[in-house]
């Protein structure tokens, strides 16, 4: 007999220290039902799959509160093979091929048929032969099942990158007895023919009775396959609801929809912003980000006023920043206070007044193993030749001048340390970012870019950072541009905000723009509609 | 309480290091017991430290750039003895005849112009490698090891036929031909040694030597302190981070690997003064090998190292083989113990740092 | 327009430069060193014979992704300490040679296991680690071989030991046990086991089935019994017989009945094709097959070669077990832990996610690859008659990988065909360098001098190339990605 739910979530919580991701969430998915999981970045989604698939970070970090069923069993998966094979399939986002491998091989990876030999018959199964013959005919089969007309003996890295996501179906629904299928962003890499394909292939699956949870923010492709959506905000399932039920701009509101919070006091807003001489002008500008391709932006940006740049994670809002800074391939104009930057002139951003705040703080932000002060004053010392001290006929660092800088910039920020010679490695995040900033900040730039400054720290530093972001405009007359995925932090303290998606501007909205406008926005169905 | 801080303590300074130190002790304790000459000893442990030093410290910069213990200081060695043959090659032709009134002076200013030239053709050589090194990230140590091994392999061919003709430098039947070992008596044969040097004791300590050695670690220890040094540093721990502060990161791995190449030019030079002969052929092969565990020896990972390191590593490695040869000569008259107890140290070593690199990247 | 034919050329010589530059040099010492093929044939095929198997030996790690494994190193140390023990207790013979294996496989396994371990706490730098491991596993072979026996462990052998008793000689002299121990077996004794061995396990497979109650598939079990017992009968016909009676056989009737073998055979193909499948189209794998060997075939019609390949007698039941080996590891790497080694030699992740384990795998390649290079260096040494008991295995890994990059493998790809290549080009230049080195400069330690030289330049381009390439390779990636995915329109 059928049971009525594949999966079935019962009132799952998870936090991970303080930090409560997930709140009592519930939610059960039918035998060939599409079950579409909405949400913005950080509303829990990726949690809630690493529990269902067992993955090493929730048992590592104390599991998880409530019941995973799966055909109404409990499931408490100890790793992700586990899962697999109680019928669960994954769909990634990154392709888990092996270019060097025929299709059919890829398709029947790690589950070969073999026939059996001699020496299997000694030594153990694993000598048995590969049955290539049966290995090509279930390929063959299961890319029949979606619809795809492969040639199963190609290698794989002969193939167009659209297909590939259709060879990890075939993988997937080559498995014995396949219940669920998780699509984690499937159509992120896909041309628009193709994610049609996709969501087609989709209902197809789903009509063999396999059930399906399909992840992303594409909500145009939810309102079109889906039965039932569920939108997960804050790790909350805010609310489940059928497609016919509603429309878009609702989806695009509950997926954003908060009240603004204003964490920090901006009213000082310095006059006659939208006259004031243009500080930055971007002008179609190409970035070549791995993950965050940016594809012809253009912007404007006026002096002293306070820019965000949202979006969501791998539409390119991040590429902006790198772009401008040289840190990866871009072409197109970008002129800082008149002066046109040179991509080609490695630093040529920094020289020219510009300060920069990474969002990847431990990997790109900061010499983890050096001390604080150290860290502080590098880019001063590589940028302006600062803090050094004449010894003879040469320059060396000036411990004196860093260190009396590094304290000052402690007592500013309030960098919670054992002292300016600890190592930044051991600091934590909220400090570690604060030490970013002071970084930027002993350049004294004429223009700050911040990207992500407040991803993983607390509340208090956060607070902190905002705060000082306006006291840096008000009394420095600092232009700021600020990329975040935070929605909330962005419209709390900035004065236009540009929303990426795609790789290009979708919208740029003011703060107190409605929320769905946002939601919509963020989720592309804006960007068509302007097309 | 006192449990965890030993235990502390033991973390940092190291196990192996540990393990070294005790063996170090223990030889020398050997050593007493078995009545041999300590202080004799002693001086042979300081002279070996400062004859290896300069190598050994040729591993810093090329760590800090980021191209991790550099194996293919041999480019270098190989460098520095053609700096030292054509400075014999300039003596024979009586290119010092001017100052024969004075030996010694005749003798300084050899091993000045061997140096000159060890650093100059050191660093060309360097920079050609610090290229290459640019083209196989990730893969530096197994490249320059072998790129190394390929050097030596050519010069062999090259020491048969390069034009050197000085009587003391070729083989004297054949009239063609470098030597396998080349005496500096007539050069500049123990020249740092002798300078300012004294007894305590009868312990010898070889002043020039020791000198020249610190100097150069005071040297290379400013480097790091100046801009360029940090940024080098920089370049070296995190190149995206380097990237980000606008440095040209294989540009400053180039300095790096041609700073501590022209090093390993210098290094064998002054070496091959305190030996009082010039190795050729396949004796730097393993150098290499010797330096890199030397420095890890001293507490060095495969990517970050000081000059403390080179300090203490090349004390405790060079030192227990300056011991080990004799006592174990005096116990074990039978096989090659000491050579046997440097190949197991100073691979196990390396093995030992490899084997750790992958947790100490996460 | 692109010419197609052009840029295939071009693309040939790119992938192949080494290969290309080795074939030249090689015929540039011949030329210039002035030796003639009945000195150059049988000095390589000697040499041929007795590295092929430590070749070989390299090929399953390399599949596995770890690289070239210089650790192989350790597995000829195993075979040389059994070596030791066999002529320390007397055996000699066919018989002590397999006491050699009996004692060697267990050591190179727990060597090999050992080596594995250490390599996947050292991921992406094996082959520096496999370097230093070997240089490592050197000393504790001289500490054994030089203080603990005799020192330790007392032995009272004057013809092994020092005369202070402590320690090995420096040469352990095989002639009167070892040598040619697998060289000597006839060619009648090979048939002879070799018929009764399958006979034995055909009525076991017979009688197995049977208790099983499966089908019996006589027929399959006929095929490789029925051509051995002709083989079999025939040694009954004296001619027959005192030709199979010989051990070594003679290049020219190795070509004569391999020409006449693998013809016969592709014409039972072609008919089977066309005549009883009635498939289309021309066999044209069988008809390059068969004019390949015709064309071989030809070569000992030239007096020279004649008499060259006259010259060369092959050590019958040494080259078995190396063709066997070159078929061994192809079928190995169709089962599915061959498939499995391919996997993770490929991409780690993606074999984690299909549930291989993957560090296991890689320990069993290191384990098959240190047992192989063990079985290599036993095969090497009794056909070189002598152990220098500190130096026959030092040099064991840098000739066999040089050897193996040659015939144009690369860290991450290697084939059996382009280890046979290797060998062949390598010992060639190996042997003719000396003579080369003579005739052009005066001076033959040039020539020795420069093989060592090219072997090593040989590994560095090799290392250096790879590391060059994969690094443009990930630059790319994600530029593919974006083209390729606006680029290519869907449908078909």
């Known amino acids: ?531 | 309480m006192g449990a965890t801080s030993i235990k502390k303590t033991i973390k940092n300074f190291g196990l192996p290091r540990i393990i070294i130190f005790s063996f170090f002790v223990l030889l020398m304790i050997t050593a007493g017991i078995i009545n041999m000459d300590v202080q004799s000893l002693m001086g042979d442990v300081i002279r070996r430290w400062g004859m290896y030093g300069i190598l050994v410290l040729a591993m810093v910069p090329g760590i800090q750039s980021g191209i991790g213990p550099n194996f293919g200081v041999t480019i270098g060695i190989v460098g520095g003895l053609l700096g030292a043959l054509i400075s014999v090659e300039l003596r024979s032709n009586d290119f010092f005849a001017a100052y024969a009134s004075n030996p010694t002076l005749v003798a300084m200013m050899s091993i000045l112009v061997a140096l000159v030239l060890a650093v100059i053709i050191s660093s060309v050589f360097g920079i050609l490698y610090g290229m290459l090194l640019n083209r196989v990230k990730g893969s530096e140590m197994t490249v320059s090891t072998y790129v190394g091994f390929s050097v030596v392999a050519l010069m062999n061919i090259m020491w048969l036929i390069l034009p050197f003709r000085s009587q003391t430098s070729i083989w004297p039947i054949a009239q063609e031909g470098l030597r396998n070992t080349i005496s500096l008596e007539a050069d500049f044969s123990n020249v740092f040694n002798n300078l300012l040097g004294f007894y305590i004791g009868r312990t010898y300590i070889p002043t020039g030597l020791l000198l020249m050695f610190f100097l150069l670690c005071v040297l290379v220890w400013l480097f790091t302190k100046s801009r360029i040094g940090a940024m080098m540093a920089a370049a070296g721990t995190n190149p995206i981070y380097a990237k980000a502060s606008g440095i040209n990161v294989n540009r400053m791995r180039i300095l790096g690997t041609t700073i501590s190449t022209a090093l390993g030019g210098v290094g064998i030079v002054m070496y091959a003064q305190s030996f009082g002969f010039l190795q050729l052929y396949n004796a730097p092969q393993m150098m290499g090998f010797s330096c890199v565990a030397s420095i890890l020896i001293g507490g060095a990972s495969i990517r970050k190292a000081r000059i403390f390191n080179v300090l203490l590593g090349t004390f405790l490695f060079h030192g227990i083989m300056a011991v080990a040869l004799p006592v174990a000569n005096n116990l074990i008259p039978e096989g090659n113990l000491s050579e046997i107890l440097r190949i197991i140290i100073s691979n196990g070593i390396i093995l030992y740092a490899l084997s750790k690199s992958k947790e100490e990247g996460k | 327009m692109k010419n197609p034919l052009r840029e295939n050329v071009g693309g040939f010589f790119a992938r192949n430069n080494v290969t290309i530059l080795f074939i030249v040099l090689c015929i540039g010492s011949y030329i210039a060193s002035g030796t003639s093929m009945s000195y150059l044939l049988p000095e390589l095929f000697t040499r041929f014979g007795r590295n092929a198997f430590l070749v070989l030996s390299l090929l399953v790690p390399v599949v596995a992704g770890l690289g070239l494994n210089f650790g192989i190193v350790i597995g000829a140390v195993a075979a040389q300490i059994s070596i030791f023990l066999v002529v320390l207790w007397g055996f000699s013979g066919f018989g002590g040679l397999m006491l050699c294996v009996a004692i060697c496989t267990p050591l190179a396994i727990l060597f090999g296991w050992l080596i594995g371990k250490l390599f996947n706490s050292m991921k992406g730098t094996e082959m520096i680690g496999g370097l230093v491991t070997g240089y490592f596993s050197d000393g504790l072979y001289q500490l054994l071989f030089l203080v603990i026996l005799g020192g330790v462990i007392p032995i009272n052998n004057p013809t092994l030991m020092i005369s202070t008793g402590v320690g090995v000689k420096n040469t352990i002299n095989l002639k009167d046990n070892l040598k040619y121990a697998l060289d000597d077996v006839s060619m009648l004794t090979v048939i002879r086991v070799a018929f009764y061995v399958v006979a034995a396990v055909s009525v076991i497979l017979l009688i197995f089935r049977i208790v099983k109650k499966q089908g019996l598939k006589i027929s399959s079990l006929l095929k490789p019994l029925v051509p051995l017992a002709i083989l079999y009968g025939a040694s009954f016909i004296p001619a027959a017989k005192t030709f199979l009676d010989t051990t070594r056989l003679v290049l020219v009737t190795a070509v004569e009945i391999a020409a006449l073998v693998t013809v016969a055979y592709n014409l039972y193909l072609i008919i089977r094709k066309k005549a009883i499948n009635k498939e289309p189209g021309v066999p044209k794998k069988e008809l390059a097959r068969i004019g390949l060997m015709v064309a071989l075939y030809a070569v000992t019609w030239i007096p020279q070669m004649y008499d060259a390949m006259m010259a060369v007698h092959l050590p019958v039941l040494t080259y078995l077990c190396i063709g066997a080996l070159c078929l061994f590891i192809p079928w190995f790497m169709d089962t599915k832990l061959g498939q499995n080694m391919r996997t993770v030699g490929q991409d780690r992740g993606v074999a984690a996610s299909a549930g291989i384990n993957v560090d296991r795998t890689r320990i069993i390649a290191m384990i098959i690859s240190t047992v192989l290079a063990s079985y290599g260096q036993l095969i090497s040494l009794q056909n070189i008659g002598t152990l220098q008991t500190y130096g026959s295995h030092n040099q064991v890994g840098l000739y066999a990988i040089a050897a193996l990059l040659v015939g144009g493998a690369s860290v991450n790809k290697a084939t059996t065909k382009q280890a046979v290549l290797g060998i062949l080009l390598f010992h060639t230049l190996f042997i003719l360098a000396p003579n080369a080195g003579k005739a052009l400069l005066g001076n033959a330690q040039i020539g020795e001098y420069f093989r060592v030289f090219v072997a090593y330049g040989v590994i560095a381009l090799a290392l250096a190339m790879h590391a060059w390439n994969s690094k443009g390779k990930k630059r790319k990636a994600p530029n593919e990605v974006e083209d390729g995915s606006m680029a290519i329109p869907f449908g078909l």
């Open chain 1, 1 to 531: 007999m059928e049971p009525e739910y594949i999966l079935q979530m019962e009132h799952v919580s998870k936090s991970y220290g303080d930090n409560l991701v997930l709140k009592d969430v519930s939610f059960n998915v039918k035998p060939g039902e599409i079950f579409a999981l909405v949400g913005e970045n950080g509303a829990g989604k990726s949690t809630l799959m690493n529990i269902l698939f067992g993955m090493s970070v929730i048992h590592n970090t104390g599991g998880f509160e409530g019941d995973v069923k799966l055909c109404g069993e409990k499931a408490n998966f100890a790793s992700p093979n586990d899962a697999m094979k109680a019928g669960i399939g994954m769909v990634h986002q990154e392709f888990m091929l092996i270019p060097g491998f025929t299709v059919a091989e890829n398709i029947k990876i790690g589950r070969e048929d073999t026939t059996p030999t001699l020496a299997s018959r000694v030594f153990g199964k694993t000598l048995e032969k590969l049955d290539r013959e049966q290995m090509n005919k279930d390929a063959k089969k299961a890319l029949d099942t979606i619809g795809m007309n492969i040639d199963e003996h190609v290698k794989v890295a002969g193939l167009p990158v659209g297909y590939m996501q259709f060879v990890e179906i075939a993988r997937e629904i080559d498995k014995a007895d396949i219940k669920l299928l998780v699509f984690d962003e499937p159509t992120a890499v896909l041309t628009e023919t193709e994610a049609a394909r996709l969501l087609k292939v989709m209902q197809t699956l789903a009509a063999k009775g396999i059930a399906i949870v399909f992840i992303t923010h594409r909500l145009g492709e939810v309102m079109d396959v889906a039965q039932r959506i569920a939108v997960l905000r804050d790790g909350e399932v805010v609310s489940t609801m059928k497609p016919e039920d509603t429309d878009i701009v609702k989806v695009a509101q509950l997926m954003v929809g908060r009240k603004i919070e204003k964490m920090v006091d901006d009213s000082q807003v310095p006059e006659n912003l939208d006259t004031a001489p243009v500080a930055v002008h971007i002008n179609k500008l190409y970035v070549d980000m791995p993950g965050e391709v940016v594809k012809g932006v253009s912007l404007d940006i006026r002096e002293g006023e306070i820019f965000g740049i949202g979006g969501l994670a791998g539409q390119g809002k991040i590429g902006i920043p790198n772009g401008i800074m040289g840190l990866f391939p871009a072409v197109g104009d970008v002129e800082i206070f008149g002066q046109k930057i040179a991509f080609s002139k490695l630093g040529d951003a920094l020289h020219k007044g510009v300060a920069f705040v990474s969002e990847d703080r431990r990997g790109v932000g900061l010499l983890l193993d050096e001390s604080i002060e150290d860290n502080i004053a590098f880019n001063a010392v590589a940028v302006k030749k600062e803090y050094l001290t004449n010894f003879g006929l040469t320059k060396l660092l000036s411990r004196k001048k860093i260190r009396e800088h590094a304290l000052n910039m402690i007592k500013l920020l309030d960098i919670r340390c054992t002292g300016p010679a600890q190592r930044v490695g051991s600091l934590s995040g909220g400090n570690q970012q604060k030490v970013c900033l002071a970084s930027a900040l002993t350049l004294h730039p004429r223009l700050l870019i911040v990207s992500e400054p407040t991803r993983g720290i607390d509340i208090g530093a956060k607070k902190l950072i905002m705060e000082h972001l306006v006291k840096l405009r008000c009394e420095e007359g600092v232009t700021i541009i600020m990329v975040s995925s935070e929605l909330v932090e962005l419209r709390s303290i900035c004065d236009r905000i540009a929303i990426v998606s795609d790789g290009a501007v979708a919208e740029i909205l003011l703060p107190d723009a409605p929320d769905a406008d946002f939601g919509l926005a963020m989720s592309g169905a804006r960007a068509k509609g302007v097309r």
